[in-house]
């Protein structure tokens, strides 16, 4: 028996990357799953490949800028299975980050705009479209992606750097809010992921560096955040809400100058 036999999860941003890891993950521990994405042609890939392997999954069309959408993605998850138990908000506008969230100098009020609305208010509006179908189950788990750069400041994207950091507050608003009616919510702060769309910065002096400052061997993967997605999905975390899970192989655990010292 999976963790999450019987389960109905939505993951969203499951396309690629750390989403598609965990609603592969999900599924393969017993959960029937929405694998939910702007790129409704990769959704349907990870969908093929979840039934492959013997997983219950559906593929939805999600513009998590768009209230309507966001709201529909989570009516489809209840309509198909029968309710909703676990929700992982996981896409985000990483297209804006890596192009045009620049310096605060420099920042065009647009883009930040457009990064909360994505990041910030389209995770909101799928929690609050979810959180009724959850306590109509008796409960249910709420995962929010946020990350390494909403708990540090860096030399780029503050704009996504602070719709991340929002995500935490309102991960212990939402804990604190709906707990007592059996709903948790976590957020989970990756570190440097390899995934398709960050492997152009992960090689040559960047990824020596990124290397150099964490505490484990290697960097992380997508399956790294899917192992920790479960065990906050799961009853093993039942005690756990209103926590952020940092898994970063150790990159914001120590002192600054630990690296250099190392290399000395």
């Given at each position: 028996?999976g963790?999450?036999?019987?389960?109905?999860?939505?993951?969203?941003?499951?396309?690629?990357?750390?989403?598609?890891?965990?609603?592969?993950?999900?599924a393969?521990?017993?959960?029937?799953?929405?694998?939910?994405?702007?790129?409704?042609?990769?959704?349907?890939?990870?969908?093929?490949?979840?039934?492959?392997a013997?997983?219950?999954?559906?593929?939805?069309?999600?513009?998590?800028?768009?209230?309507?959408?966001?709201?529909?993605?989570?009516a489809?998850?209840?309509?198909?299975?029968?309710?909703?138990?676990?929700?992982?908000?996981n896409?985000?506008a990483?297209?804006?980050?890596?192009?045009?969230?620049?310096?605060?100098?420099?920042?065009?009020?647009?883009?930040?705009?457009?990064?909360?609305?994505?990041?910030?208010?389209g995770?909101?509006?799928a929690?609050?479209?979810?959180?009724?179908?959850?306590?109509?189950?008796g409960?249910?788990s709420v995962?929010?992606?946020?990350?390494g750069?909403?708990?540090?400041?860096?030399?780029?994207?503050?704009?996504?750097g602070a719709?991340?950091?929002?995500?935490?507050?309102?991960t212990q608003y939402?804990?604190?809010?709906?707990?007592?009616?059996?709903?948790?919510?976590?957020?989970?702060?990756?570190?440097?992921?390899?995934?398709?769309?960050?492997?152009?910065?992960?090689?040559?002096?960047?990824?020596?560096?990124?290397?150099?400052?964490?505490l484990?061997?290697?960097?992380?993967?997508?399956e790294?955040?899917?192992?920790?997605?479960v065990?906050?999905?799961?009853?093993?975390s039942?005690?756990?809400?209103?926590?952020?899970?940092?898994?970063?192989?150790?990159?914001?655990?120590h002192?600054?100058y630990?690296?250099d010292?190392?290399?000395?």
């Amino acid at each position: 028996m999976g963790r999450l036999d019987g389960k109905v999860a939505v993951v969203t941003g499951a396309a690629s990357g750390i989403g598609a890891a965990s609603a592969r993950r999900v599924a393969a521990e017993g959960a029937h799953t929405v694998v939910a994405d702007l790129d409704l042609e990769g959704a349907q890939a990870v969908t093929k490949e979840i039934r492959a392997a013997g997983g219950s999954a559906t593929a939805v069309e999600v513009d998590l800028g768009d209230v309507d959408s966001v709201r529909a993605m989570v009516a489809a998850a209840a309509d198909t299975y029968g309710g909703l138990d676990v929700l992982h908000n996981n896409a985000a506008a990483t297209r804006l980050a890596a192009h045009r969230d620049l310096a605060v100098a420099e920042a065009d009020p647009a883009v930040w705009d457009d990064t909360m609305r994505i990041n910030l208010r389209g995770t909101m509006v799928a929690i609050q479209a979810a959180v009724p179908h959850m306590i109509a189950r008796g409960g249910g788990s709420v995962i929010n992606t946020s990350s390494g750069s909403g708990l540090s400041g860096d030399l780029r994207n503050p704009a996504y750097g602070a719709s991340k950091a929002a995500l935490i507050n309102l991960t212990q608003y939402v804990a604190t809010q709906y707990g007592k009616q059996g709903v948790r919510c976590n957020a989970i702060a990756p570190g440097f992921i390899v995934t398709p769309a960050s492997a152009g910065s992960a090689h040559g002096a960047i990824r020596e560096a990124m290397l150099r400052h964490h505490l484990t061997p290697r960097l992380g993967r997508p399956e790294d955040v899917a192992a920790a997605v479960v065990f906050l999905a799961c009853d093993e975390s039942a005690f756990i809400t209103g926590h952020t899970l940092r898994v970063d192989g150790g990159l914001l655990s120590h002192q600054p100058y630990v690296a250099d010292l190392r290399d000395a």
